[in-house]
């Protein structure tokens, strides 16, 4: 992802969360866990030069997903089992554990990541003996799919 390349919607990935949503959070509070902080240092950095453990996380937090949502999903078009962090395909997994309101108004998003999970679930059926972790993804996978097919 360039740091100069624009989103879809027109949105400049050299702007930061903070700046796309106009809403500065406070500092984290004292006793703040490494992951509140991690997602609070991450806002402040231009979404374009984001990592895909960085919209793994942001995404599993629902922290700023209309803006980081379009970097994903081009992250998951060119490789749907990206491994961001932990994992084949967790970067998937966090974007298929948005909320539906969020899908119901993203109708083109929607199909595009259902695109992504049919691919993954595919390679994954394909792979003979998966490891516990691709077992639950695609269970993961077929949940999605099979409420969001239409």
Known sequence: ???NSDLPHGLNTSRTLEQLEA???PAPGEGSTPMIERC?????V???RLSSADLRLLLGQAVGTRFLMPLALEVLEADPLTEAEYYPGDLLNAAMSIPA???NSHAVE???????AHSAGRTL???GEPLSSSRQLIREIAS???TRDT
Request: proline share 7%; aromatic share 16%; no cysteine.
């Open 1 to 3: 992802m360039s740091a």
């Open 23 to 25: 809403f500065p959070w």
């Open 40 to 44: 609070h240092a991450l806002r402040k």
């Open 46 to 48: 231009p979404i374009g």
């Open 101 to 103: 309101d969020y899908w």
């Open 110 to 116: 929607r199909q595009r990541l259902l695109s992504s």
């Open 125 to 127: 059926a394909e792979a």
């Open 144 to 146: 999605f799919v099979g």
